[in-house]
């Protein structure tokens, strides 16, 4: 079933429709001019979506994850380790698009790269994580014990980064910086208006079907690769 | 339960006939401290003095468990026929947090013997430091199993703890900033943040570990 929709076109199509409008769209639609954000708000159909994707994509890593640990098949494995890869992806592009946009809109323009907030250590956290997932991988040689021990440290790294990433912003003494939080207001209230969610909904909906189509075509990929290598 | 007390003191018998690993913390501790006082002198701002403190408490108490578990595989496969990896695992923890809570009192102890006493609330530092270390334990114990398994040894575990620690060591950062003047206040949420944390791990730990040593 897996590899029916691994290789099915219809959402792929529909992928790359949602995007070219997201790009198209996300920069021609008037937008509401906020002070300070100004124009830099369209980043919102780049940098939040990034996070969409991720989260999703280490979700679906974590379900292969604990399957494997349930019934250890190597698809299963297969599918965890390059999601886990694709997801590091997503995670890197939200994390640049991030200080992109935090360089004109918080503190001194065109100054800082880094800003103190909760999310930001939380994102850096979940992306560090992953980092040791992928060093692991490389660090181990027998096959079943790489996947299994994989799969206890992804398991792991997922409960605490997801638990951290609720925890920390409810902390007195926290506050973000990013809409919602710490007296800013949420995004939801008023400064999503109605052309903006025109754009936002398709946006996150394309760039989740992208990471689900990268990580497809890894999965593809290294089943090839692990079929070749277990002939030789 | 006996066989939880059983592991528990095979632990202690094997930690206290290696005189080498107990001096090696100790000496640890005091070289880390005494360079850090060093390079502070008498200025130490309580800012200052929270972070390093936690600073050391991450290096010495990961020293302290890469010198638990190494050398001894041969016999790990021992226990494993004797004892399920469930209880294995609490009782490694149990033991590991005991250990590691007394190492950090030390440290804590010699800390303020070098740059005095900035904490304004004892009581509710020592409960961030319990607290706290407790979960780092728990959670070294974990990394150093699975880096075991992953045949990289302390190079490997610095790797994947270091991200995995940094949640604790923020909450209990707040908290002991929080501990610097007389009267903290809102502390009880943290404290509460911290302790479901530990509590977190510790099922974790418990619910993964018997996939770790199914070989």
């Given amino acids: 079933m897996t590899q029916g929709i691994l290789t099915a076109k219809w959402w792929k199509v529909l992928c790359a ?84 946009w935090l360089r004109y809109t918080w503190g001194e323009t065109g100054r800082d790269w880094w800003a103190p907030d909760p999310k930001l250590n939380g994102a850096l956290i979940a992306l560090l994580s992953y ?13 079943q014990k790489k996947a299994r021990v994989a799969a206890v440290y992804n398991i792991f790294a997922y409960v605490m980064m997801i638990v951290f990433v609720m925890i920390y912003p409810r902390l007195s003494n926290v506050d973000s910086l990013h809409p919602g939080n710490g007296g800013n207001p949420g995004f939801n209230q008023y400064d999503l208006d109605n052309h903006m969610r025109m754009v936002f909904y398709p946006a996150v909906m394309g760039w989740v079907l ?19 290598h277990n002939k030789i | 339960m006996n066989q939880l ?22 000496l640890y501790i005091a070289s880390t401290v005494y360079i850090t006082y060093l390079a502070f002198q008498h200025d130490l701002e309580p800012v200052t003095w929270n972070a390093l403190f936690w600073i050391l408490i991450i290096f010495i108490s990961m020293f302290a468990a890469s010198g638990s578990f190494s050398g001894r595989e041969g016999e790990m496969l021992y226990i494993y026929t004797l004892v399920s990896p469930a209880r294995f695992i ?3 923890l149990l033991y590991n947090g005991i250990f590691m809570v007394i190492v950090s009192i030390i440290t804590l102890f010699v800390y303020m013997m070098f740059t005095g006493n900035p904490v304004g609330s004892i009581a509710v530092f020592m409960a961030t430091v319990l607290l706290a270390v407790w979960g780092i334990s ?63 791990i510790a099922a974790l730990c418990y619910l993964l570990f018997p996939y770790l040593w199914r070989d």
């Fill in chain 2, 90 to 92: 609490l009782a490694r």
């Fill in chain 1, 210 to 228: 992208l990471s689900a189509w990268i990580a497809s075509i890894n999965i593809r990929m290294e089943k090839i690769n692990s079929y070749h």
């Fill in chain 1, 131 to 143: 980092f040791a997932y992928i060093v692991l991988r490389i660090s181990m040689d027998d096959e």
């Fill in chain 1, 17 to 100: 429709l949602l995007l070219i409008y997201t790009a198209t769209a996300g920069f021609l639609i008037p937008v509401p001019a906020k002070p300070i954000l100004h124009e830099t708000i369209r980043n919102l159909y780049f940098h939040v979506c990034m996070w969409f994707a991720m989260m999703f994509i280490f979700t679906v890593s974590l379900v292969y994850s604990i399957k494997y640990l349930m019934d250890p098949k190597k698809e299963f494995d297969i599918i965890a380790s390059q999601t886990a890869n694709t997801g590091t992806v997503f995670g890197i592009l939200g994390l640049i698009t991030g200080m992109l």
């Fill in chain 2, 138 to 200: 728990s959670l070294l114990t974990m990394a150093f199993a699975i880096s075991i398994k992953g045949g990289g040894g302390f190079t490997l575990m610095a790797i994947i703890s270091f991200p995995l620690l940094v949640p604790l060591l923020i909450i209990a950062q707040h908290l002991s900033s929080q501990s610097m003047q007389p009267n903290p206040s809102e502390y009880l949420g943290n404290l509460a943040a911290l302790l479901s944390l530990d509590a977190l």
């Fill in chain 2, 5 to 26: 007390v059983a592991i528990m003191q095979r632990e202690l018998r094997h930690e206290l006939r290696s005189r080498r690993a107990w001096l090696a913390i100790l």
